[in-house]
């Protein structure tokens, strides 16, 4: 199977319900139901029921891969954002501020204990980390060894 051209992403604050179900009319080749940057600090925990409720639909009405972008690790949101988002209509996680093999590994970590919660060991998810530090920059190889990353923003 050949891999899939990614050319376009759509983020929509998973705060807003009436977005995200417009977000179909689109057509992105990603749709990215944020959690991170578009959501203000006071909505982040009521925005994940926001896009967990929608997730059924919006796979059912598109072809978009689904891809929630979650907050990062030292926002200390990151493991209840996978858990509370996680299911078997996403195609994986984006996730900002990956520094290190070691972050990388914190995510995997993260993805696999929701993966048993949710009785979807036999799931394969991917990454996307985004690189934003310089640290970053200077670690990215190793962050794009791990077999989950897909792509890197």
Same mark, same amino acid.
């Given at each position: 199977m050949r891999p899939r051209l990614i050319k376009s992403l759509l983020f929509v604050p998973g705060n807003s319900?009436?977005?995200?179900?417009?977000?179909p009319a689109f057509r992105p080749d990603v749709l990215m139901p944020d959690l991170e940057d578009s959501v203000p600090l006071a909505e982040k925990i009521p925005a994940r029921a926001i896009i967990k409720e929608h997730i059924p639909q919006l796979a059912s009405s598109m072809k978009s891969l689904l891809i929630p972008r979650v907050? %990062? !690790?030292?926002? *200390?949101?990151?493991? *209840? +954002?996978? +858990?509370?988002?996680? %299911? +078997?209509? !996403?195609? *994986? !996680?984006? !996730?900002?501020?990956i520094e290190s093999r070691n972050d990388m590994n914190t995510v995997i970590q993260a993805l696999e204990e929701s993966k048993k919660k949710h009785s979807l060991q036999n799931k394969d998810f991917i990454i996307i980390p985004w690189i934003e530090t310089a640290k970053g920059v200077m670690n990215s190889m190793e962050i794009c060894q791990s077999p989950?990353?897909?792509g890197v923003a």
């Amino acid at each position: 199977m050949r891999p899939r051209l990614i050319k376009s992403l759509l983020f929509v604050p998973g705060n807003s319900a009436k977005m995200l179900q417009k977000a179909p009319a689109f057509r992105p080749d990603v749709l990215m139901p944020d959690l991170e940057d578009s959501v203000p600090l006071a909505e982040k925990i009521p925005a994940r029921a926001i896009i967990k409720e929608h997730i059924p639909q919006l796979a059912s009405s598109m072809k978009s891969l689904l891809i929630p972008r979650v907050n %990062s !690790i030292s926002s *200390g949101l990151m493991e *209840g +954002d996978i +858990d509370a988002i996680l %299911s +078997d209509h !996403i195609a *994986g !996680i984006s !996730i900002g501020k990956i520094e290190s093999r070691n972050d990388m590994n914190t995510v995997i970590q993260a993805l696999e204990e929701s993966k048993k919660k949710h009785s979807l060991q036999n799931k394969d998810f991917i990454i996307i980390p985004w690189i934003e530090t310089a640290k970053g920059v200077m670690n990215s190889m190793e962050i794009c060894q791990s077999p989950f990353v897909k792509g890197v923003a």
